[in-house]
């Protein structure tokens, strides 16, 4: 079932998505007069017919939408916002930090995302053929996300309201810098990809992004653990309930990742590429010399390990290009 009504404003609706996640799940809540969409899916005909049907399960019509809350500027999220603003004069929201992020990279200079995303693997040690690979990837995915025109922005800690939707705004760096979660007052999180209930959401380290992305995503793991959350809506997966379980089994994993990666660095240090091979060992066979694995995800988690690691003081980064780590110290 692509739409399913959770409560009488609300409905869940999944937006099929050409990555290995499959899906990605909006939520629409029906306002005084209207209607909210939390995040928007990616821009495809299918995926508005999808929306327009979730809105008429609830006796709306999308003409009825006031605004798109963005949780993050990933494509799968942020896709089909602009059509949506274009088409019912909707606001589309960020947190302030992510909005000139998003603006950026799928508005004024789309070029500048496949560049971080090419830079990232090069500095990384990535071999050309597949660094060629992933650009035209990244390339391809531009065409489902539309560009946006003016939007709006929340900060951190403020209580957004509108037109009756009531949530407290937090920021959650560490899967993107700028990601936030929304808690309304019955205690329904929608938590974007924050925390998902199936699998361990990908944090990645890019050139031009904050620098410790792992340590960002732990901090922020621990600063929402304890809020009143009855149920989590997160952005893919089913929505769950004990919220801070689940919170906990990601710390955990985490930590043990953490400990896998230490162990994996060789005495003489190798790169983020040749550690997120030893990592992932089972997504890397090649088929047609390409590895079966998104390998920005894959090399950018890898890094992100590597960096905490530094931070921890467990790792050493040389200067070098391709940056090489190598273990420090022993067990902890
Ligand atoms: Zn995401």
Do not use: K
């Not at 916002?81 to 274009?86: H, M, P, Y």
């Not at 810098?177 to 990908?202: A, Y």
């Not at 919220?243 to 660095?265: F, G, I, K, Q, Y």
């Not at 992932?280 to 390990?305: I, K, M, S, T, W």
Request: with cysteine; hydrophobic share 40%.
């Amino acid at each position: 079932m692509s739409v399913e009504v959770l409560a009488p404003d609300l409905v869940r609706v999944r937006l099929p998505v050409p990555f290995p996640l499959g899906w990605v799940n909006v939520y629409g809540i029906r306002t005084a007069t209207g209607a909210v969409l939390v995040d928007s899916g990616l821009r495809t005909p299918e995926a508005l017919a999808l929306l327009e049907e979730g809105f008429g399960a609830l006796g709306l019509t999308l003409r009825s939408l006031r605004a798109v809350v963005v949780t993050h500027a990933h494509p799968d999220h942020v896709g089909l916002a602009g059509v949506l603003q274009q088409h019912t004069g909707a606001e589309v929201y960020f947190l302030d930090r992510e909005e000139p992020v998003a603006r950026r990279i799928w508005a004024e200079d789309p070029a500048s995302r496949v560049r971080a995303i090419t830079g990232m693997l090069r500095l990384h040690g990535t071999p050309p053929v597949w660094v060629d690979e992933a650009a035209r990837q990244a390339e391809r995915l531009r065409d489902l996300v539309s560009p946006f025109g003016p939007a709006r922005t929340v900060r951190d800690g403020e209580v957004f309201e509108l037109d009756g939707f009531r949530v407290q705004v937090r920021w959650t760096p560490g899967h993107s810098d700028g990601h936030m979660v929304l808690l309304d007052s019955q205690g329904r999180l929608f938590c974007g990809d924050h925390v998902l209930p199936d699998i361990s959401p990908n944090i990645s380290l890019y050139p031009e992004a904050r620098p410790d992305p792992l340590g960002d995503y732990l901090a922020s793991l621990r600063a929402v653990r304890d809020l009143p959350v009855r149920t989590a809506y997160p952005g893919h997966g089913d929505p769950f309930r004990g919220w801070a379980e689940r919170v906990d089994e990601l710390l955990e994993h985490h930590r043990a990742r953490l400990h896998a990666a230490w162990e994996l660095l060789p005495p003489q240090g190798c790169t983020a590429f040749e550690l997120a091979r030893r990592l992932f060992a089972e997504h890397f066979q090649e088929r047609d010399g390409l590895p079966q694995v998104p390998l920005p995800l894959a090399v950018g988690e890898a890094a992100a390990h590597l960096e905490r690691l530094v931070q921890e003081g467990r790792a050493a980064r040389d200067g070098s290009v391709p940056v090489r780590y190598r273990p420090v110290g022993g067990l902890t």
